[in-house]
């Protein structure tokens, strides 16, 4: 079992950057981690996910280039660092855990913490 808790999220101008953190309570340490994403009216979507050590990373196309993906171990926490924030990248990000390999599904992650808001003006 672990306990997810985002923070990080605001108000920023496009062309801008935000950092946002995932803490695990637990250990954390083994396990998958994910950022997805979900704006008014669409589905959750996938934005970036972490192995264990942090040795394989993936990240959603619309996000390469801009975004980056993780972790402290020792500090049981993912990070999302964004940079060159569009309009389109306004959501709520969410955290997610999983024992066993990186994914991109929403539906594998049975862990999620609360989300953190995140809103790019033009």
């Known amino acids: 079992q672990v306990q997810l808790v985002e923070s990080g999220g605001g108000l920023v101008q496009a062309g801008g950057s935000l950092r946002l953190s995932c803490a695990a309570s637990?250990?954390?340490?083994?396990?998958?981690m994910g950022w997805f994403r979900q704006a008014p009216g669409k589905e959750r979507e996938f934005v970036a996910a972490?192995?264990?050590?942090?040795?394989?990373?993936t990240l959603a196309d619309s996000v390469k280039g801009r975004f980056t993906i993780s972790r402290d171990n020792i500090k049981n926490t993912v990070y999302l660092q964004m940079t060159s924030l569009k309009p389109e990248d306004t959501a709520v990000y969410y955290c997610?855990?999983?024992?066993?390999?990186?994914?991109?599904?929403?539906?594998?992650?049975?862990?999620w913490g609360q989300g953190t808001q995140v809103t790019v003006s033009s």
């Open positions: 997610a855990a999983r024992s066993y390999l990186v994914s991109t599904f929403v539906a594998e992650y049975p862990y």
């Open positions: 637990g250990r954390n340490s083994s396990f998958y």
């Open positions: 972490i192995s264990w050590n942090g040795g394989t990373i």
